[in-house]
């Protein structure tokens, strides 16, 4: 199983980008599915996760207001819509997938066994 996130880019303070991650390589149980991010020199955080059945999101607080987490009716690829970004959402942003039992874990990284191999983000001040 491949995950594959495409939709990064050069954007200026204040712009949107719309990030997809879309699923390939066959069919595989996934109980969640998330995006985080890695700025230069710092670790690996949560931005958003979504619970594959029922479809409950969750946010980093960091962020909240300015970003949304949807997938396609299909359920086969997972998007990110961000608004009003800022020189500090700069980062490369990942995509995962969770096979295992996600309850309250659901903004750890260590609850996901699917990444994508990252797409950045450059916001421009």
């Known amino acids: 199983v491949q995950l594959q996130a495409s939709g990064g880019g050069l954007v200026q303070a204040g712009g949107s980008l719309r990030l997809s991650c879309a699923a390939s390589?066959?069919?595989?149980?996934?109980?969640?599915m998330g995006w985080f991010r890695q700025a230069p020199g710092k670790a690996r955080e949560f931005v958003a996760a979504?619970?594959?059945?029922?479809?409950?999101?969750y946010y980093t607080d960091s962020m909240k207001g300015r970003i949304t987490i949807t997938r396609d009716n299909a359920k086969t690829t997972l998007y990110l819509q961000m608004n009003n970004l800022k020189p500090e959402d700069t980062a490369v942003y990942y995509c995962?997938?969770?096979?295992?039992?996600?309850?309250?874990?659901?903004?750890?990284?260590?609850?996901?066994?699917?990444w994508g191999q990252g797409t950045l983000v450059t916001v421009s001040s």
């Open positions: 979504m619970k594959w059945i029922g479809g409950a999101t």
């Open positions: 995962a997938a969770s096979s295992g039992a996600i309850t309250s874990t659901i903004h750890l990284s260590q609850s996901y066994n699917y």
């Open positions: 390589g066959g069919t595989f149980r996934r109980n969640a």
